[in-house]
T-cell receptor
Framework: GNSVTQMEGPVTLSEEAFLTINCTYTATGYPSLFWYVQYPGEGLQLLLKATKADDKGSNKGFEATYRKETTSFHLEKGSVQVSDSAVYFCALFTGNQFYFGTGTSLTVIP | GAVVSQHPSRVICKSGTSVKIECRSLDFQATTMFWYRQFPKQSLMLMATSNEGSKATYEQGVEKDKFLINHASLTLSTLTVTSAHPEDSSFYIC??????????????FGAGTRLSVL
């Protein structure tokens, strides 16, 4: 079956620290992979996506590379800011349905 | 960019009443919309897929008579929680699919509706 596993939080970092949130998946076929972000009190927003192996999605300083050999799509950012505090969801889309991870809460302290 | 509007953002109701949640795509036509439910500290759970002009497709375990979905137009889908009970209290999120170029679809999410049933 299809599923997404992402690292449990919460994650607390100091401003300008390096961020990695791990995400691995199991899927049949060739899904598209996504990272969504949910800021406090808001809905989900698409952060970045990759539609095929070796694609790198990037946005707002965040990056993730679609690694088929390790079935991973880890989210990284070189220098986090307080405004990055949010919950991050890894997801895969099979073409018919989305599967989400459980979310990782990130708090960045000044 | 594309925006999905969900209303209301928060609703408190008495047990036994029905609540309607609206999901609108504001600047694109969405033939497909999804309804999700988010439990605390858990992932989003897909409840149903809403297709314009046809019956919704419900996921296993979701009561179709309790969660009525109507996709009346290309820009509006509604979820009605009928005879709500405290266990229905949750965060409900809708999303809409925009057909992007190259055959790739983009999903946009509403802000969510927090339902509290007393």
């Amino acid at each position: 079956g299809n599923s997404v596993t992402q690292m449990e939080g919460p994650v607390t970092l100091s401003e300008e620290a390096f961020l990695t949130i791990n995400c691995t998946y199991t899927a049949t076929g060739y899904p598209s992979l996504f990272w969504y972000v949910q800021y406090p009190g808001e809905g989900l927003q698409l952060l970045l996506k990759a539609t095929k192996a070796d694609d790198k999605g990037s946005n707002k300083g965040f990056e993730a590379t679609y690694r088929k050999e390790t079935t991973s799509f880890h989210l990284e950012k070189g220098s986090v800011q307080v405004s990055d505090s949010a919950v991050y969801f890894c997801a895969l889309f099979t073409g018919n349905q989305f599967y989400f991870g459980t979310g990782t809460s990130l708090t960045v302290i000044p | 960019g594309a925006v999905v509007s969900q209303h209301p953002s928060r609703v408190i109701c008495k047990s036994g009443t029905s609540v309607k949640i609206e999901c609108r795509s504001l600047d694109f036509q969405a033939t497909t919309m999804f309804w999700y439910r988010q439990f605390p500290k858990q992932s989003l759970m897909l409840m149903a897929t809403s297709n314009e002009g046809s019956k919704a497709t419900y996921e296993q375990g979701v009561e179709k008579d309790k969660f009525l979905i109507n996709h009346a137009s290309l820009t509006l889908s509604t979820l009605t929680v009928t005879s709500a009970h405290p266990e229905d209290s949750s965060f409900y999120i809708c999303s809409a699919i925009e057909l992007a170029g190259g055959g790739k679809n983009i999903q946009y999410f509403g802000a969510g509706t927090r339902l509290s049933v007393l």
